[in-house]
């Protein structure tokens, strides 16, 4: 028993490790010897043809700045439309939209009166698009001038499916946990930008703004939760390329509130298993680039909370004969107490960084436990309410 749990202890330690450093390291060695990067010139005169859709539901606050963000572009009026469904919204979004479509020739407006759920009303408006390349985007995120012609410039590429944005984030405050989700986010855009760069097997597009080629769109399942990852692997299964583009920037508020943040992780721990569900074939080794990057960036971090829980199990079986396993306990039962102490100094208007690193990252972990849940007790809708805006 104690080889075994021995055995157990360190599968969990290497498991957490090669997640969270490891595996963003051997991107990093390899795509230092290979430092050709992709290049994507534009080719004006030749754009193709974009379909903006839009799904907005009680979106008041942001969706005429968003819409004037996209008019504001570069890219040739004549080669984009904006479709927008309001998911039965209560509050004044319908009425915001329906005077800019009165403005915009090319705004076309579809009004729900049942709510669909984001990837309900994408896919409904997908069937009324007339371009060849779809950018999905949400009412919060913010356009540049550049911005549709750097997500379009890579499609130039037969073999890439789908192209990602670069996000930028807005609204930092000390006393929450934005400066701890952007340097969890700009870790995680690093990593898809090597995947995509060294392999095209990006592990998923910032679902707030990314581009897809029209006969790649596969209609997303009536109860999926995370349209975005499943589009990709979508597209990565079909033999195809899903890149990112950092030049192609966009903005957004970073999340703030860790009440708020966590309820947006749940729903979206939740839709990672189903999604694994829907590809764990993509974890053969017939696609060893999309098989390695699939297991290490995600797979092994979904399972992350299982990961500790064992390895706290085994340590506690481990502590009573080693000295050396009952001081590795303690201090694991330690860091377990930071999130505590870190609530208790920002009661004291205290903000410790390492401490909310920490409280972060359990915070994620809590996530995707209460996530797996949700999962195997079944998911019957994929409605839900957006994060609060402007935090």
């Known amino acids: 028993m104690i080889l ?17 450093v490891l595996f963003p390291v051997i991107l990093r060695i390899i795509g230092a010897l290979h430092k050709q990067r992709p ?14 859709l839009l799904s907005a539901y009680n979106e008041e606050d942001v969706i005429e700045e968003k819409i004037r963000s996209v008019y504001h ?34 705004l076309r407006f579809f009004k729900f009166d049942i709510r669909q759920g984001k990837p309900g009303v994408i896919n409904k408006l997908v069937k009324e698009a007339c371009g060849e390349i779809l950018v999905l985007t949400d009412a919060n995120v913010i356009f540049d001038e550049e911005t549709l012609s750097r997500i379009a410039a890579p499609f130039v590429d037969r073999s890439i499916g789908l192209v990602d944005t670069q996000m930028i984030n807005l609204g930092m405050k000390r ?12 870790r995680e855009v690093s ?3 090597l995947e995509s760069r060294l392999w095209g097997v990006m592990m998923g597009p910032f679902g707030g703004c990314f581009a897809i080629r029209r006969e790649l769109f596969d209609p997303v399942p009536d109860n999926f939760l995370v349209d975005d990852f499943y589009l990709n692997m979508k597209v990565l299964e079909s033999g195809y390329k899903a890149v990112n583009n950092p030049e192609a920037r966009v903005y957004e508020d970073v999340s703030n509130e860790l009440s708020i943040e966590l309820k947006r992780k749940i729903r979206i721990a939740t839709g990672n298993f189903q999604n694994l569900k829907r590809f764990r074939k993509l974890l053969w ?8 990057c699939f297991l290490s960036h995600k797979v092994l971090r979904w399972l992350g909370p299982a990961f500790l829980l064992l390895a ?7 502590a009573v004969p080693s000295v050396f396993y009952r001081a590795l306990l303690f201090v694991y039962l330690g860091v377990l107490l930071m999130p505590a102490l870190d609530y208790l100094f920002k009661k004291l208007n205290l903000h410790i960084k390492i401490l909310r690193f920490i409280t972060h990252f359990f915070g994620m972990n809590l ?10 007790k079944g998911v019957k809708t994929n409605v839900w309410q957006p994060t609060k805006r402007h935090q």
């Open 285 to 292: 080794p017939s696609k060893p680039a999309l098989a390695f």
């Open 191 to 193: 990593i898809k930008y």
């Open 312 to 318: 706290l199990l085994a340590l506690g079986y481990l």
């Open 367 to 376: 996530a995707l436990s209460i996530g797996l849940v949700r999962y195997l």
């Open 4 to 20: 075994a749990a021995n055995i157990l202890f360190w599968i969990c330690v290497v498991a957490v490790f090669h997640s969270y």
């Open 73 to 106: 572009t570069r890219y040739p009026a004549d080669r984009f439309e904006i479709l927008i469904g309001s998911d039965n919204s209560t509050d004044s979004t319908a009425e915001i939209i329906g005077r800019l479509a009165g403005e915009f020739a090319s």
């Open 175 to 186: 006393e929450g946990i934005s400066f701890q989700e952007k340097a969890y986010i700009s």
């Open 39 to 52: 290049a994507y010139p534009d080719h004006p005169g030749n754009e193709p043809m974009i379909s903006i």
